[in-house]
């Protein structure tokens, strides 16, 4: 399983929605994941990299900014940020969005 470090303590076991993507369905299966990311370019590749899972309903891909999530408030369980808050201006102002 990838990244042990970072996951290997970390409990999803109640947690039914997740705003992330691929690594977290390789260690918790069950979870419905949403992956957000701005660029066009990066939601086209994750939509075939993902195609399994979206198909399956497993995963789904959004386009927008992490300062201003196109979601409704609440409409996550958890959410992890993987790899992303160094390429942020004012990444201290993100974890409040979620």
């Not at 918790?28 to 994750?46: F, K």
């Not at 198909?55 to 900014?65: E, F």
């Amino acid at each position: 399983m990838p990244a042990p470090g970072a996951f290997g303590e970390l409990s999803l076991t109640r947690a039914g929605r997740l705003l992330e993507l691929e690594i977290i369905l390789d260690w918790w299966p069950g979870l419905a994941v949403t992956g957000l990311e701005i660029s066009a370019s990066h939601i086209l590749a994750a939509r075939r990299r993902l195609s399994d899972c979206v198909a399956r309903k497993q995963a789904s891909l959004i386009r927008g900014d992490a300062h201003r999530l196109p979601v409704a408030p609440q409409s996550f369980d958890c959410v992890i940020t993987i790899w992303m808050l160094e390429h942020v201006s004012g990444p201290h102002t993100v974890p409040a969005e979620g």
